[in-house]
């Protein structure tokens, strides 16, 4: 893939021109869908004291002037135009997860595009084609990135009203920070071996323990994106046990109880919808046992909402698993934290079918582990080698997960697979976005500790 250094003149030419407005200026016209010139949103990227832990400053990096980043709102089928701003004193990209778009607005570095170096700017500019509760985050340094706060919200809302008169997004991120405030390290090689380096401070919207107000009696659509680095959250909700999931990683599923709990890993989103109680009653989000925040149910307007009908389709390809060919991809644990970690470098830890991705390498993408026939239907056998799970990500597509080992299910659309301990799971799609794609577990440090491949779609 080949750049030229048009961009990066155009962005310090053109940068005079965009400085008004500051951190977390935004502007946002509705109605507006053609691709043209300008753009809804301005996106600055900049250092931000924030107050995690009570009278201490923690320096994160946010998008927008908080953290987690401003919050985008597109409609279906429109363009959404982003001037991206970097005041940070790294290089960077944002990645647009979730979202099926053209390779060169995907975000990966020496993919997609050049990184966005300090001072410069990078326009965004993609039709969003889906519904649903998608996210941004740099495809950069992701650790550091991302745990620093480089994290922030993409709702795209439905082309006609849904039912839904009253909605929340709630984001939840566990902070790699001590009780000083202070950031611990993103990645450590004996954690990222296993788990993941998990943070300390659990928080929603980058509050610990938040309290979100809703109208009593109300059905109120609750967006719940993991946009963690490492935690998988097994939600559940304490009084409002009528709960419903409404769609998972931005695709509708057939309306149906959240039940016990359902394990939202790194990326994933779901999309539930919540009966809020009497006034003054309380709904506890909790992760297991643990409450992570607390929805209020503060006197509202109206009657007591009905619920609300299942979400329309996505415009998703239906693979046609007849003649689908069939790849096998192998998780796998390397297992050595003694391979690289010295001298700064990542340990290579993960690989997939026998490949580990170097996160240092920019030619890494040069050798995509698939080549798929633009149009053709394939099915992918994922298997866990390993004993622990794994978030699956694609670019670029979305896929059907058809079977799993471990459960049976209902098929259904997305971009992640929580692919579990020693779990095979089967999922399909048609290769119908032309490009390189990455492949990669959402665990930040699997991904930059070999867990990460290209897939070609030509
Ligand atoms: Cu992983």
Known sequence: MSFTRRQIFVGLAGLAMVGAGGAGAARYWLGRSQAGKGHDYQLIAAPLDVELVSDRTTPAWAFGGSVPGMELRARQGDWLRVRFINHLPVPTTLHWHGIRLPLEMDGVPYVSQLPVLPGEYFDYRFRVPDAGSFWYHPHVASAEQLGRGLVGPLIVEEREPTGFAHERTLSLKTWHVDEQGGFLPFSVAREAARVGTAGRLSTVNGVPQAVIEAPAGQVVRVRLLNVDNTVTYRLNLRGADDSRIYALDGNPIQPRPLGKEYWLGPGMRMCLAVRMPAAGEEVALRDGSVRLGTLRAVAGEGMAGDWPPGLPANPVAEPNLGNAEKLTFNVEWVGST?????????????????????????????????????????????????????????????????????????????????????????????????????????????????????????
């Open 338 to 458: 003694s391979v690289g970690g010295d001298n700064g470098q990542p340990p290579s830890l993960w690989q997939i079918n026998g490949k580990a991705w170097d996160i240092n390498d920019k030619t890494c993408a040069d050798r995509p582990i698939a080549r798929l026939a633009r149009g053709k239907s394939y099915i992918f056998e994922l298997k866990n080698m390993t004993q622990y799970q794994h978030p699956i990500h694609l670019h670029g597509m979305t896929f059907k997960v058809i079977a799993s080992s471990r459960h049976t299910l209902e098929p259904y659309f997305t971009d992640t697979y929580l692919l579990g301990k020693h779990e095979r799971a089967r999922v399909a799609l048609v290769a119908d976005n032309p490009g390189v794609w990455m492949f990669h577990c959402h665990v930040v440090d699997h991904m930059e500790t070999g867990l990460m491949a290209a897939i070609e779609v030509v």
